[in-house]
T-cell receptor, first 114, second 111 residues
Framework: EAQVTQNPRYLITVTGKKLTVTCSQNMNHEYMSWYRQDPGLGLRQIYYSMNVEVTDKGDVPEGYKVSRKEKRNFPLILESPSPNQTSLYFC?????????????FGQGTRLTVV | SQQGEEDPQALSIQEGENATMNCSYKTSINNLQWYRQNSGRGLVHLILIRSNEREKHSGRLRVTLDTSKKSSSLLITASRAADTASYFCATDDTGRRALTFGSGTRLQVQP
């Protein structure tokens, strides 16, 4: 089944404790991205990747890192999480960016930083 | 940046009625997409309309796009309780490598 898989689905952590949220897609998509969703703010892009080893900042990259060493994986790293990073996070992929391509989303990771 | 704005923010209708939600945006786009999100879950793609198209249908969904007004509408006909969800428009903006999402419309369909 074609899908984007995020782990974990739920995470409660303490301020400053490094964490990684994994994202994997099995559709051989070139483009992957991370979004955070907050009430009243919709979805905002954190980072994106056009292909392996090509990443760039989105609209709200502060406090986050990403890597794209393999085509299928695009982990999101919070080196020192803070309470304002409490949010619902989504990973998405698409065959490429642009044209008439839809994005496929993971099921989300609900992160709470206390 | 957050450019898509949906209207209304919330909509409650009875099963069988039609639901219309609107989206406005600010910049030039390549295409506009609509997504559905069930409570707290991932977004699911519904339909895509290109900037040179004015109307598109898919099952019970009808999407219109007016690039002169920078607006789009999503019509769901003969709504069902299972249509209860949040609906987001997303624009593929020229010059940006990102989808820009609106804040969404929460649709409640009463059985």
């Amino acid at each position: 089944e074609a899908q984007v898989t995020q782990n974990p689905r739920y995470l409660i952590t303490v301020t400053g404790k490094k964490l990684t949220v994994t994202c994997s897609q099995n559709m051989n998509h070139e483009y992957m991205s991370w979004y955070r969703q907050d009430p009243g703010l919709g979805l905002r892009q954190i980072y994106y990747s056009m292909n392996v080893e090509v990443t760039d900042k989105g609209d709200v990259p502060e406090g986050y890192k990403v890597s794209r060493k393999e085509k299928r994986n695009f982990p999101l790293i919070l080196e020192s999480p803070s309470p304002n990073q409490t949010s619902l996070y989504f990973c998405a992929s698409s065959p490429r960016f642009g044209g008439s391509t839809e994005a496929f989303f993971g099921q989300g990771t609900r992160l709470t930083v206390v | 940046s957050q450019q898509g704005e949906e209207d209304p923010q919330a909509l409650s209708i009875q099963e069988g009625e039609n639901a219309t939600m609107n989206c406005s945006y600010k910049t030039s786009i390549n295409n506009l997409q609509w997504y559905r999100q069930n409570s707290g879950r991932g977004l699911v793609h519904l339909i895509l309309i290109r900037s040179n198209e004015r109307e598109k249908h898919s099952g019970r969904l009808r999407v219109t796009l007016d690039t002169s007004k920078k607006s789009s509408s999503l019509l769901i006909t003969a709504s069902r309780a299972a249509d209860t969800a949040s609906y987001f428009c997303a624009t593929d903006d020229t010059g940006r490598r990102a989808l820009t999402f609106g804040s969404g419309t929460r649709l409640q369909v009463q059985p």
